[in-house]
């Protein structure tokens, strides 16, 4: 059975740092990409940032370049989101995703068609 497990979420003010984690488990041998998504009260579920399981052709969400950064330790399946200089617009559930199908797949339907999720971790951000 597949797990994700997020952690590193909370309340920051803005221009602070969070750095989320994604665990992995189970049988992720065939996984070929990984994603982060977040969800903000009212909002629809937005992909933030992608990377493929071999850490390449890392993708980020317009409002988000240049100041997250996803990366994967491959030796301990973990999948990080480093978030910089965060703004109250952040502030949102953020979901660790993953997919066995092309990589693409994360950026269709807002993560409609993802079928591995973690908990999801709130990150809170004070102006």
């Known amino acids: 059975q597949v797990r994700l497990v997020e952690s590193g979420g909370g309340l920051v003010q803005a221009g602070d740092s969070l750095r989320l984690s994604c665990t992995a488990s189970g049988r992720t041998s065939n996984f070929n990409a990984m994603g982060w998504f977040r969800q903000a009260p009212g909002k629809e579920r937005e992909l933030v940032a992608a990377i493929n399981w071999d850490s390449t052709n890392p993708y980020y969400e317009d409002s988000v370049k240049g100041r997250f950064t996803i990366s994967r330790d491959i030796a301990e399946d973990t999948t990080y989101l480093q978030m910089r200089n965060l703004k109250p617009e952040d502030m949102a559930i953020y979901y660790c995703?993953?997919?066995?199908?092309?990589?693409?797949?994360?950026?269709?339907?807002?993560?409609?068609?993802?079928?591995?999720w973690g908990q999801g971790t709130q990150v809170t951000v004070s102006s």
């Open positions: 995703a993953a997919t066995r199908g092309p990589p693409s797949i994360l950026r269709v339907g807002n993560g409609g068609l993802v079928h591995f």
